[in-house]
Nanobody, 114 residues
């Protein structure tokens, strides 16, 4: 089984920064194919950033240049450094692992507001 636990969300002012962490356990073989999604109220869940099968990083256009995804295979951890946050980034952020099926964490709330 796979378990994903997110942490690091919170309330931040516009222009601020947050770092999200995702701790993976169970049958997770690599941080490749792990990523972050988000879902704002009334909107569909969308991809924010992911580490691809070959270890590259993909980003949604809306976060390019502001967010950075990274991973630590030894610790089975994935991080999302979010800088220059905007009110539009407000959402519940979910950690995802794709291996034969999608696995999801419980989510962590990020609120960007003055």
């Amino acid at each position: 089984q796979v378990r994903l636990v997110e942490s690091g969300g919170g309330l931040v002012q516009p222009g601020g920064s947050l770092k999200l962490s995702c701790a993976a356990s169970g049958r997770v073989f690599s941080v490749n194919n792990m990523g972050w999604y988000r879902q704002a109220p009334g909107k569909q869940r969308e991809l924010v950033a992911r580490i691809t099968t070959n270890g590259n990083a993909d980003y949604a256009n809306s976060v390019k240049g502001r967010f950075t995804i990274s991973g630590d295979n030894a610790k089975k951890m994935v991080y999302l450094q979010m800088n220059d946050l905007e009110p539009e980034d407000t959402a519940v952020y979910y950690c995802n692992y794709l291996f034969l099926q999608d696995y999801w964490g419980q989510g962590t709330q990020v609120t960007v507001s003055s």
